[in-house]
């Protein structure tokens, strides 16, 4: 299977995004985040694995950011759980790590 190439790269390694200092711009980079995912979840799908290396700048120097969210090795449906803990350590929610 041929996967598309974002030539954005991730959002963890763009600059000017690590101190961002255009709160519009932000804010519309969340606002897209946000609507991807509630895609996901509108369509009964739980990522398990949403870190910044996993969303994506679809190119690389637009007037408009379009974002990606790649990576859904890890995802399953919201009517199957398996009950499995999944995702990247760093970026669990402790309430996933302890029982």
Known sequence: M???WYEGGEIKSRK???????EKKAAQLIFQILLAVNYLHSNG?????LKPENIVFEF???DVDYIKII???LAVK???PDGTVAGTLLYM???MLYD
């Open 2 to 4: 041929l996967l598309p």
């Open 16 to 22: 000017g995004l690590k101190q961002p200092r255009d």
């Open 45 to 49: 799908i739980i990522h398990r694995d």
């Open 60 to 62: 690389l120097n637009a």
């Open 71 to 73: 990576d859904l090795g």
């Open 78 to 80: 919201q009517d199957c």
């Open 93 to 95: 929610a402790p309430e």
